[in-house]
């Protein structure tokens, strides 16, 4: 058995730790309402690093940008197992501290996943970059059942975690939610990087309030949304910790994605122009204010389950 992409680690001896990058996705298209200053370059990078950023994910064909300090990962697409050598060594050759991927296309029979995970893994461990796989619509890790028996049959098999994915795409609050968590925990043992987005039950990107613990305005049906996201991050957080050694880190990413691939919904204004119903940039400082609190609410439970 392959030993499996590691967890990321600085080679430090300080405990395991929450860094929050940003997706640069985020940045695209931003209305003319963000408080996103405009800035591209080195001064975005700054910008970014100054608001509180520790790195940020570079897509696909993106240089990185000269003199910048910040560590950057990467993120693609592999549809094929004889496209995930080349593909991987791409970003291995860039630099890149880790890879985030979109496997297969959700079409493929359990023969034809198995051949493409397991070119992804025998890549990342060819080319020495960590590699995960990420929780996403119209891949092969579309839905929680064919997940969970991934992790059965690749158990070294580690994910970026993207809950939006199931949460609208499953509508996990219809049903037994909490039979739903439960089954999705060889999930949460296995999450190595996160992908910032919250959705509700309808609608694969909504926004939250400032107040990050108070159920948001938008959550005017049933479900709580920002509570349900709390436990399904929290408990992501909880899977890297108990797996966890000194050194080891675990990036958070908001991808909170524009209008244009109908993420953002549009609405219009009183001139009838479409426009975005928040401000994404302002949205990823509070999913980091957010991601912050739920690591430590982490940290709190696996003391508490620890042996004393």
């Not at 949460?188 to 992908?195: G, P, T, Y």
């Not at 479409?274 to 430590?296: H, M, N, P, V």
């Amino acid at each position: 058995m392959k030993s499996g992409p590691p967890l990321l680690n600085d080679h430090s001896e300080v405990p395991p730790k929450i860094r929050v990058y940003l997706n640069l996705w985020n940045l695209a298209g931003l209305p003319a309402h963000s408080i996103w200053p405009g800035l591209d370059g080195l001064e975005c990078l700054k910008r970014l690093e100054a608001d509180g950023f520790e790195g940020v994910q570079l897509t696909t064909d993106t240089p990185m940008v000269a003199g910048s300090t910040l560590p950057y990962c990467g993120v693609d697409k592999i549809d094929r197992p004889a496209d995930a050598d080349r593909i991987v060594k791409k970003h291995a050759d860039r630099g890149d501290l880790c890879l985030t991927v979109h496997a297969g296309t959700g079409i493929e029979d359990d023969d034809e996943a198995y051949r493409i995970i397991d070119a992804i893994l025998a890549a990342a461990e060819k080319h020495s970059i960590p590699t995960f796989v990420e929780t996403h619509r119209a891949t092969i890790t579309q839905d929680l059942w064919r997940t969970v028996n991934l992790t059965k049959r690749f158990p070294e098999i580690l994910f970026n975690g993207d809950f939006s994915h199931y949460y609208c795409g499953q509508e996990m609050p219809y049903g037994d939610w909490n039979s739903k968590i439960e089954f999705m925990q060889p999930i949460f043992d296995r999450v190595a990087f996160m992908h910032g987005r919250i959705s509700s039950s309808g609608c694969m990107q909504v926004p939250i309030d400032a107040d990050i613990r108070a159920r948001p305005k938008q959550a005017h049906g049933k479900a709580n949304y920002l509570e349900h996201f709390r436990e399904l991050w929290i408990r992501a957080m909880l899977g890297f910790l108990r797996r966890a050694q000194p050194g080891d880190f675990l990036i958070f990413a908001p991808e909170i994605l524009s209008g244009v691939v109908y993420y953002a919904r549009m609405f219009p204004d009183a001139f009838g122009q479409l426009i975005e119903e928040s401000d994404r940039y302002q949205q990823a400082l509070l999913y980091k204010d957010l991601a912050l609190d739920c690591f430590e609410e982490a940290k709190k439970l696996v003391s508490i389950s620890t042996p004393q």
